[in-house]
């Protein structure tokens, strides 16, 4: 029997050949070659960054031209012509492997840039360190994989960092110092063991070093002080917890006591007294999912209707001031496109915000709101505007009679008294808000005529920690219950049939399709399950999966948790039946999600499978949890709506 398990050449022969059949069959259907340059287009205008200011100098990433990776510029102000300081695609390929970068950090003085190389998705990162005003490289060597940018402190004399080291028996996640011009120590923040995903944030003022956990529900286990002790925090004090230290006090937001959230500030030195705290903002309708103190403003970051609202609150006034964003849309730092508590949704300057902002018919734009004045500027302007669609906010009822909404784009000439070809996107997990935001190079399926939804599920957070806790652990079930009604609904409503409907999903989407897919195949033409956690019962064997997925959707290694598992596991529940088409995608070099639980999916459909509808499986060899690169990115997505079209009869790439 073929061992689909491990990486052995067997296996690894199997999934060549199977990759290569996947390719040709894709790579044939009409029209493909136009489509990939349509994609291209499209998700090229979502090639925007934000300038992010430090000291005197504006950095900002760019991608020139026909370019796989961006550049870092640099400029004195925020309207001088940039000097090129990094081009990441001077390193695209160093010993026959694909490049790329996971982050980027000036020092808060401009004058040292950190940044990060990793190679073909492997998330192993190596840190370079250049001066800014030379452009060359320091001669500081740090010995450790950075799992994410550090936090420099307030002087730029060094940093905090996290590190992440995988071996076969497990993940170790250390907090470390770094300091320019001195020598390397083994040094290691002695925190408690049981913390998740520990992070170093170190204070404005440099006094401490703030401990955030967890990689869905945040928290502030620890604080390091300037001497070097680590102090517990809001020990046994329940909730999640983020925020900023000021005036030896933590600005936080929080759930505890307000699923939506509120913002409170907490007294350093009794933080597990909750009567010593003070409320700054009490919950309300809204899901606050951002905050910070600048000065005597709170700027405030909300959801409302899944939409990104920004507010700036003046302190001793109580008078609140709404930033007049451009429509109902999504903002970000890093990507506008999804709202998650480790992602800030502004970028935290001198008096003013900078952000991105997109819609479903609009691509990114770079804004900067100036806090004092009250004044909202455009610095870059969305690159391509989709004319002539009509944007839909629907809500369908679940198993249970919960509300669930989704989002709705297509063209408005469209005639929806008959169904057309749908992409489905899903996710539901993780505390990710899934926002509407532009659809990249999936607005070529919506020219070409086609119906794209964003359902918006429990196991998210687009309604607050309830909501995320109503789609996990032991109530898994209700997210793909959620995506099943939201498919029905527009089934019902006229607008497509199960012969014309594609569903896809990433990560813990791709659970969520896989699911789907054994579940319900009926209801489905096309399914794609895209780098998927599948082998839930023995997700112990991959050790950063593992360290992920245990606390979200249930422990195998715990006798009273494994059950929960047992009734979703896609590969335990696969029925002998007809399946609709299917493929499975991955990328060789995750770590998350490794390429063996897409092998395993693909083999049980198509062992399982009594009809003659493909199963495809698609390994991208270069790869890890997603494309890196504009090219690679857009090749992964052609690949991905062509089979889709294909299967529910839209004519793209035409």
């Known amino acids: 029997m073929l061992d689909l398990i491990t990486d052995n050449p067997d296996s690894l022969a199997w999934q060549q050949a199977r990759t290569a059949e996947a390719l040709s069959a894709i790579q044939a259907f009409k029209g493909y070659d136009k489509l990939r340059r349509q994609v291209f287009g499209y998700g090229d205008a979502s090639a925007r960054w934000i300038p992010v200011r430090a000291g005197d100098r504006w950095f900002q990433q760019r991608r020139v031209g026909d370019a796989e990776l961006p550049q870092v510029t640099v400029r004195d102000a925020i309207d001088d012509e940039p000097r090129v300081l990094v081009d990441f695609n001077d390193f695209l390929f160093q010993g026959g492997r694909r490049m790329s970068s996971a982050w980027v950090c000036p020092s808060p003085d401009g004058s040292v840039l950190a940044y990060s190389l990793t190679a073909e998705g492997t998330e192993v990162n190596e ?14 060597v740090v010995p450790w994989n950075v ?7 307030p002087d730029g004399s060094g940093f905090w960092c996290a590190t992440r080291e995988i071996t076969a028996t497990g993940v170790t996640m250390s907090v470390r110092r770094f300091l320019l011009g001195e020598p390397t120590t083994e040094w290691v923040a002695p925190l408690p063991t049981t913390l998740a995903f520990p992070r170093p944030e170190v204070s404005k003022d440099g006094h401490y070093v703030a401990i955030a956990t967890g990689n869905t529900e945040m928290r502030i286990d620890c604080l390091i002080t300037k001497d070097l002790q680590v102090v517990p925090f809001l020990t046994g004090v329940p909730g999640s917890f983020r925020g ?42 809204d899901t606050v999912v951002d905050v910070d103190v600048m000065d005597d403003k709170l700027v405030v970051a909300s959801l409302r209707e899944c939409s990104v609202a920004i507010d700036v609150l003046d302190l001793p006034s109580g008078q609140r001031t709404v930033v007049p964003l451009p429509g109902k849309g999504a903002a ?20 003013e915000i900078t952000f991105l902002y997109s819609d479903l018919t609009s691509s990114p734009a770079v804004y900067r709101y100036v806090l004092d004045e009250q004044r909202l500027e455009c610095l870059d302007p969305p690159a391509i505007t989709l004319d002539g669609m009509t944007v839909s906010y629907i809500t369908a009822t679940s198993a249970d009679g919960n509300a669930v909404p989704a989002h709705v784009l297509h063209r408005a000439d469209l005639d929806l008294s008959r169904p057309h070809p ?15 935001s532009y659809p990249n190079g999936h607005a070529a399926w919506v020219v070409a005529g086609g119906i794209y939804v964003l359902a918006h599920l429990r196991g998210g957070s687009e309604f607050g920690a309830d909501w995320w806790r109503q789609g996990r652990r ?10 099943y009604a939201v498919a029905e609904k527009l ?68 006798e009273t948790e494994r059950p929960w598992l047992a009734a979703i596991d896609p590969l335990t529940n696969a029925p002998r039946t007809a399946y609709p088409a299917t493929l499975v995608v991955a990328g060789a070099n995750d770590p998350r999600c490794p390429a063996n639980q897409a092998r395993l999916l693909a083999d049980r459909i198509a062992t399982q499978r009594t009809g003659a509808s493909p199963v495809l499986l698609r390994i991208h060899e270069d790869q890890g949890h997603g494309g890196q690169g504009a090219h690679a990115a857009a090749d992964r997505l052609t690949e991905i709506l062509a089979f889709c079209a294909y299967h529910t009869g839209l004519s793209v790439g035409r």
Not at 332 to 351: D, S, W
């Open 147 to 153: 799992a994410f940018a550090p936090s420099w402190l």
């Open 422 to 436: 749908t992409f489905l996107w899903g996710y539901g997990g993780f505390h990710l808000s899934e926002l509407p």
């Open 474 to 483: 032991e109530h898994k079930q209700n997210t793909f219950n959620d995506f």
């Open 491 to 558: 089934i019902d409503l006229g607008w497509t049939s199960s012969d014309k409907l594609a569903i896809y999903g990433g990560s813990n989407g791709g659970l969520l399709t896989a699911v789907a897919l054994t579940q319900r195949p009926e209801l489905w033409a096309a399914v794609v399950s895209d780098v998927p956690a599948v082998d839930l019962l023995h997700m112990e064997r991959e050790p950063l999966m593992y360290a992920i997925c245990k606390d979200e959707y249930g422990d195998p290694l715990v």
């Open 244 to 285: 900023t230290i000021r005036d030896d006090a933590l600005w936080a937001l929080t759930d505890n006591g307000a699923p939506r959230g509120r913002v409170v500030r907490i007294p350093l030195d009794s933080s597990t007294d909750i009567g010593s705290w003070t409320e700054v903002l009490p919950e309300s309708d």
């Open 332 to 351: 970000g730092v890093q990507i506008a496109r999804v709202a998650y508590p480790m992602l800030p949704v502004f970028e935290r300057g001198t008096g």
């Open 127 to 140: 840190v370079h360190l250049v001066d800014v005003v030379t452009g060359r490289e320091l001669p500081d």
